[in-house]
């Protein structure tokens, strides 16, 4: 009997090419895709922010290499009165400013989301203190209250309410109400733009079906805007409040910290300390210390996020 030739299988073929996985795969792909910017993250914020702990850690100063001390420049801070005013002054500009914020933006919000003449032209001139340079507007807000030339003193002069210009920058309460007005003054247009865009995204017929079962407008406000807002009301006031707690420019152009401190926030007190009085370790301390107070923040929004889970359209908690 004859042998019974067997068909002899083809050989498989090689295992693909990085160019072909790279094609087909598309975690691959993705991760290519974000290599750039993770390279960006790392070089402009990562290093960084890894190099300023690591200062904090060290006596250098500008001009002069330092030497490892370990927790000696927090040590220093825990003593200082100085640094706690500026962590007790941050706290409390932050606070006000950002709670002030969300309710002025929040109504702007409201009302810009209404039916009105001109409601482009408003929407534009809502972002205007936005848009205009941070230095710019704490000089403008400079003149206002400048102790001289304030038009607020003089106006108040001319309707007879007070016969000496008020020293606005020179007082440390006035002073503090001040730059956080400034504060208040540019931050509104962020919120009430991002919560306006909010509001768009809202079914009208929820309204209608609302006012429809006799709910009131403040009904209407409590069970249907604000659930729906509360994701981008979470986004927008971590973003506020980090922008708020690390503010630099108003302060410094406006009273560089002062009266007697009274407006020293954490990273102004850092930029002196580090640059014009040339410790660059205990100014490196002082900005590291402002970590906590960010990670907190981020915490709170992150974990407002999750139990809500409105990324994923599932109902809460």
């Not at 914020?45 to 290499?65: C, E, H, N, Q």
């Not at 989301?113 to 400079?142: C, D, G, Q, Y």
């Not at 973003?239 to 990273?267: C, E, K, Y």
Request: proline fraction near 4%.
């Amino acid at each position: 009997m004859a042998d019974v030739a067997i068909p002899r299988a083809k050989p498989q073929m090689s295992e693909a090419s990085a160019w072909t996985q790279l094609r087909h795969n598309r975690n691959w792909l993705g991760f290519w895709f974000m290599v750039p910017a993770m390279a960006f993250l790392i070089f402009f914020l990562a290093y960084p922010l890894g190099l300023g702990i690591w200062l904090s850690f060290t006596d250098t100063r500008i001009g002069r290499v330092g030497h490892f001390i370990g927790t000696e420049n927090y040590e220093w801070l825990w003593d200082d009165s100085i640094f706690w005013l500026s962590v007790f002054n941050t706290l409390l500009y932050t606070f006000v400013a950002s709670a002030l914020k969300f309710a002025v933006g929040l109504y702007l919000a409201l009302l810009l989301n209404e039916h009105m003449p001109f409601k482009a032209m408003l929407r534009a001139m809502v972002l205007i203190p936005f848009i205009v340079p941070t230095v710019l507007s704490a000089l403008a807000f400079w003149w206002i209250f400048d102790s001289q030339f304030s038009i607020i003193s003089w106006s108040l002069k001319q309707l007879g309410l007070i016969s000496q210009n008020i020293n606005f920058l020179g007082d440390t309460t006035w002073a503090r109400i001040c730059v956080i007005f400034a504060n208040i003054w540019r931050g509104v247009p962020f919120v009430a733009i991002t919560l306006l865009a909010g509001l768009q995204t809202v079914s009208p017929s929820l309204y209608e079906a609302a006012t429809l079962d006799g709910a009131t407008r403040w009904q209407n406000f409590r069970y249907i805007t604000y659930p729906l807002l509360t994701p981008i009301i979470a986004v927008v006031m971590t973003f506020s409040v980090l922008f708020t707690f690390t503010d630099f420019q108003l302060i410094w152009a406006m009273t560089r910290g002062g009266p007697v401190n009274a407006t020293h926030l954490m990273a102004t007190l850092s930029y002196q300390r580090a640059i014009i009085a040339g410790q660059l370790g205990e100014g490196a301390a002082i900005s590291s210390a402002m970590i906590p107070f960010l990670l907190a923040a981020i915490m709170v929004s992150w974990f407002g996020l999750q139990r809500r889970k409105w990324q994923q359209g599932e109902s809460n908690d």
